[in-house]
């Protein structure tokens, strides 16, 4: 038996990557140990351990939009860890925020840029003439019908 099928019509924000520019640690003055704060192997008092302890989260990076109009994204490590974002594909973000990477053949074929503006609630075919302003219009009608002057047989069907 086949698998049912299913077409996304999902929205998300996206945006295409330029450059994934990794954050680097600085370089050390002195000699440094090579421990984890987190497994407790680390020594907790040279210039390393002093910079894991105040940025936290690490490795993260910076997504670099191939707009420039576009803000940069900073990402942390587990989505570096789960997403191993690469330039030519897309960030992506979805309503809820969940953030994910996508390669750019699959986003490209699954997705169409909207504009910055809804146009559609700008659409004079979508619009309702005044007088029938009150009544149920349904925006698929074309325009002219609304439900005084019902124009599908079914309406007076018994
Ligand atoms: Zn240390």
Not at 106 to 111: C, P
Request: hydrophobic content about 30%; some cysteine; overall charge neutral.
């Amino acid at each position: 038996m086949s698998l049912p099928r299913y077409r996304c019509h999902k929205e998300v924000r996206a945006f295409k990557i330029a450059e994934v520019r990794h954050d680097q640690m600085p370089a050390f003055l002195r000699p440094v140990c090579r421990g984890s704060l987190l497994f407790g192997s680390a020594c907790g008092r040279c210039e390393r351990c002093q910079f894991f302890r105040e940025h936290g989260d690490w490795p993260t990076a910076t997504l670099v939009p191939q707009n420039p109009e576009l803000d940069p994204v900073k990402v942390g490590s587990a989505y570096l860890a789960k997403h191993r974002p690469e330039a030519g594909g897309y960030y992506v973000r979805y309503d809820d925020g969940y953030e994910s990477f996508s390669k750019a053949k699959a986003f490209e074929e699954g997705y169409t840029l909207l504009g910055p503006i809804d146009i559609t609630l700008f659409d004079p075919a979508h619009a309702i003439p005044p007088k029938y302003l009150g009544r149920p219009t349904h925006p698929a009608d074309p325009p002219g019908t609304s439900a005084d002057f019902p124009v599908s047989t079914d309406a007076n069907s018994t």
